[in-house]
Every structure is written in structure tokens, then in C-alpha cells.
């Protein structure tokens, strides 16, 4: 089964089209990596699959419910992690966790559960009474990508996790990506191409709201006949080339 | 509806660390009214009767309600700068429980604020204690919901640069329109009758009307009441309208 099947998604902005005609499926358990320059439509796509924005045509249903449709059922199933740093700023990591554990109604035997996963699949136990506002960028961003696996869920939309960290900190976050993979479909979108390559099943190339391309890093270096991704993304975004 | 509750008090729960957590918050809405209620006291009481205990404690109520505004839109400009509301909207928390948790969440400060105001000003002037004074308590809490929209609803139109400038209109309206600072009997009828039409002037005597003795229920409470809930209403109208727009176009 498809964890997420998108046909012919649109988003219209009064005189800009975000997204224009997106069809593309993505398995249970694949992390998907949507690559494009600023304005591709990346971001866009990533919110109407959230339901954060209404698409203006199309559908989008994760795992078999509609975005439209059954907006409140897709929340039960998805989270996400803004490219900006998204958590309580006064309140330590503890309670940042407790807090989200709350909110979706978890019990305290399952707060405490979630507490010990989090600690361990991303080391924050070390640093659990600091306050968020405290914290490094780095840790700050483990934290904002952890509460939204506070909710357990199917689907995890990552956009742009990385950005704005030192090279150590965005490798140790991999390592933490690399964890949940399998366990969940992620999606995610960055400018690091080395991120893309290291880390995904499948990538996407997105330009002036169009899909480019959708295959392997294999694929995608084999169509380009180049020898790195950030050289087969640039051949594909400046030949604007086709999709299989 | 359980589920909902149970959002409401993790919203609540937060949303109050948040903001005691502020020093600055704290010094605003606490330290600086009432460092204000003493030394005014000391200084002007003799001169006029504006400066009575028993005027200034309640005036001081309500203007130290104003800083709310100032503090609750902080809060929600800064959690929609930094997309931590973003991420709540992909959870199934409803718009109303997030209005509803960001004025409860200020409650306490409000409730806090009163009572610490009251008991200054009645330990420099015990007259001021009595049952005027304690049924007093729920009504500044009336009169405080009218700060915490109008904070709720310049948190939503405003970002967190904008918002102390939005806001001290709200603080300059209640200094100046409250009629609490200055005598008001030789000001002209044009300005007596912005101040008897706007809530600030309203909210400071719905208080200290009910602190010294309600004589005319009609002039000295009804009316100010029907006045301030009426802008109460309007801004948590357009708030939630405020809000439900920001929900649809993150």
C-alpha cells in the first residue's frame, strides 16, 4: 500500500501557481527526498500533504485519507517539522515533551514511555532540564524533530531539518533520521544535496512547481550521466528535464 | 470532549509557564504597578482625592491590566514566529481551544495582580478593606478580558517586532482615558464623552465603583459593564476570525 499517493495536486497563489499537476506515490517505510531551488513548491507540497493549506485542485490521501476530505483523519496519522525551530521556548525539554505527550491525550505510563524513546533515539535525556530557549541550535532542532515523534506517527514530514547547522550537528542528525527509518514513510525536503543522497530511498526534483524527476540516486545519476547528485540536480534543473 | 479538555489544560499548562517564566513579563504586570500605586500614593494623596487608597488600589487594577495586552499577544506573535503554532495546527486542537487556553493561561496573573494591588493599598489605607473590595476580585477578572483579547487578537495581525508599539495604545489609552490619573471635571465634552464610550474609563470604574459602594446600579456598574463586555465580545470575535485566517494560511 501507497503511505502516500498525490494526483494531480495544484496550488494556486492569486497570480502564482506553487504547484502545478503533482502525481507521485511514495511506499510505506521509503523516505522520500524532495529536492528544488527556493520557490520550487517544495514547502507548499509538504503543507497541503499536512493540511496546513487547502489544495486548489487535486487530491492527496495518506494511507487511503483524503487531505481534503478527511483532513482530521490525516492528522491522527502525520506530523511535522517546520524548517524553524518549533518548540516552547520556556519550557525545558521535559516539559516540551510532556507537554505534546498531553496534547495528544497520552496517559502518564505513556508519557513516561515517550520520554525514555526520546532520550534514547535522540540523547536528549542529558540535557531534559534545560530550558529550549537555552539550548544550541543543534539541540534545539533535535528537540523540534523529536516532539514530532512525540504523536507516533505514519508519516513524518521533515522540511528542511538541517538548515542553518553546523556540519557536526547535521550529521548527528542523520544518524537520527537514519534510526527512524523503516519505522515510519518520511518525507523531506532540503537544499543539501549530500543530505538527499545520504540518507534517501527515493528523490524528487522539483522546479516552478513541477515535478522533474522522481527515481533512485542511482537513476538520477545514470539519466544525468553525471557522478553526484548536486550534479545530476543541476543538470535537471537547468535541462528541465523529464520525468520517466 | 474529554480530549478537548484534556488539550485545553496541556495549552493552559504551558501557556502559564510561558509566561512567568518572562522576568519581564513579571516586572510589568507586577513590580512596576504597584512601585506606581505606592509612590503615587505617597506623593499626590494629600493633594487630591484622585490618590485616595480607595481610588488609587482599583485604578491601579485596571491599568496594570493593560500590560496583559502587551504580554498575551507577545506570547502568541512569538509562538507564530517561530512555527511552534504551525506544528499545533497539524494536531487536532481546535481553533477556540487555542483562544480559550491563551485567555485562561492569563487569568492568574490578572487574579494575582488584584489581589496584590488590594492588599498593598490596604495595608497603607485598611479602609480599603471590605466586601467592596473582595467582590471587586471577580469583576476585575471581567474586566480583564477585554485586555487579554485585545493582546489575543494584536498576537494574531501582529509580529513580535510590531507588537509592543500596537500595544502601547492600549497601555496610552488606559493612562490616559481612564480618567484615574487626572481630575476629569474640567475636561471638555468632547473628550468626556470618548472616555464614557471607550472601555478603559469603564473597566477602571466598574472596579472602583465596586470597591467604594455602588449608589445608581444603572450609571455606577450596569452601563460600564454592557460597555466593556461589549468590546470584550467584538475583539474575541475578531480574534477567533483573526486566528481561523492564520490557521488556513500558514
Redesign the interface.
Known amino acids: 500500500m501507497a503511505a502516500i499517493k498525490i494526483t494531480n495536486l495544484r496550488k494556486e497563489y492569486k497570480d502564482v501557481t506553487a504547484v502545478e499537476g503533482l502525481d507521485l506515490e511514495i511506499e510505506e517505510g521509503e523516505l522520500f527526498s524532495l529536492l528544488g531551488v527556493n520557490g520550487a513548491g517544495k514547502t507548499t507540497t509538504i503543507?497541503m500533504l499536512?493540511?496546513?493549506?487547502?489544495p486548489t485542485s487535486g487530491e492527496a490521501e495518506i494511507m487511503g485519507r483524503s487531505v481534503t476530505k478527511d483532513p482530521?483523519g490525516v492528522?491522527?496519522l502525520?506530523?511535522?517539522?517546520?524548517?524553524?525551530?518549533?518548540?516552547?521556548?520556556?519550557?525545558t525539554v521535559e516539559?516540551n515533551i510532556e507537554?505534546y505527550s498531553?496534547?495528544?491525550?497520552q496517559t502518564k505510563t505513556e508519557i513516561a514511555e515517550t520520554k525514555k524513546y526520546i532520550y534514547e533515539a535522540f540523547g536528549l535525556g542529558k540535557v531534559a532540564k534545560k530550558?529550549a530557549s537555552k539550548l544550541s541550535g543543534g539541540w534545539q532542532r533535535k528537540l523540534s524533530i523529536a516532539?514530532?515523534l512525540v504523536?507516533k506517527p505514519k508519516v513524518l514530514f521533515l522540511d528542511e531539518p538541517t538548515l542553518g547547522l553546523d556540519v557536526i550537528a547535521r550529521r548527528e542528525l542523520w544518524n537520527t533520521v537514519r534510526t527512524l527509518k523503516k519505522s515510519m514513510t518520511i518525507i523531506l525536503t532540503t537544499h543539501y544535496m549530500e543530505e538527499a543522497e545520504a540518507l534517501s530511498d527515493r528523490i524528487g526534483v522539483m522546479k516552478d512547481g513541477r515535478l522533474l524527476f522522481v527515481g533512485t540516486k542511482e537513476e538520477m545519476l545514470g539519466k544525468t550521466g553525471t557522478q553526484n547528485v548536486e550534479n545530476a540536480f543541476i543538470s535537471i534543473v537547468e535541462g528541465g528535464g523529464q520525468d520517466e | 470532549m474529554s480530549r478537548s479538555i484534556s488539550r485545553l489544560a496541556a495549552l493552559t499548562k504551558r501557556n502559564i509557564r510561558e509566561i512567568v517564566r518572562d522576568p519581564l513579563s513579571l516586572i510589568f504586570t507586577l513590580a512596576l504597578p504597584l512601585f506606581m500605586e505606592v509612590l503615587f500614593y505617597f506623593i499626590f494623596h494629600n493633594l487630591t482625592d484622585q490618590f485616595q487608597m480607595r481610588y488609587l488600589a482599583p485604578g491601579i487594577v485596571a491599568f496594570s491590566q493593560a500590560f496583559l495586552t502587551l504580554f498575551t499577544g507577545l506570547l502568541i506573535a512569538l509562538d507564530r514566529s517561530t512555527s511552534f503554532l504551525t506544528r499545533l495546527f497539524v494536531s487536532e486542537t481546535k481553533p477556540f481551544e487555542f483562544i480559550f487556553s491563551y485567555a485562561v493561561s492569563v487569568l492568574p496573573i490578572t487574579l494575582v495582580q488584584t489581589v496584590l494591588f488590594f492588599l498593598a493599598g490596604g495595608l497603607i489605607d485598611p479602609s480599603l478593606f471590605g466586601p467592596g473590595m473582595l467582590l471587586a476580585i471577580p469583576v476585575s477578572l471581567v474586566t480583564s478580558m477585554f485586555f487579554i483579547g485585545t493582546g489575543i487578537l494584536f498576537g494574531c495581525i501582529c509580529n513580535e517586532k510590531s507588537i509592543g508599539g500596537i500595544s502601547s495604545i492600549i497601555i496610552t489609552g488606559q493612562s490616559v482615558l481612564s480618567g484615574m490619573w487626572f481630575p476629569t471635571a474640567g475636561l471638555g465634552n468632547g473628550i468626556l464623552t470618548v472616555m464614557k464610550v471607550l472601555p478603559f474609563k469603564n473597566a477602571t470604574i466598574l472596579i472602583q465603583n465596586t470597591v467604594n459602594g455602588i449608589t445608581d446600579p444603572w450609571e455606577d456598574f450596569v452601563l460600564p459593564l454592557i460597555i466593556v463586555l461589549g468590546y470584550t465580545v467584538v475583539v474575541f470575535t475578531v480574534a477567533v476570525i483573526a486566528f481561523r485566517g492564520k490557521m488556513r494560511k500558514v
Open positions: 503543507k499536512a493540511t496546513l493549506t487547502k482530521a492528522k491522527e502525520i506530523d511535522i517539522s517546520m524548517q524553524e525551530t518549533a518548540v516552547a521556548r520556556k519550557l516539559e507537554f498531553e496534547l495528544c491525550g530550558q516532539l514530532a504523536t
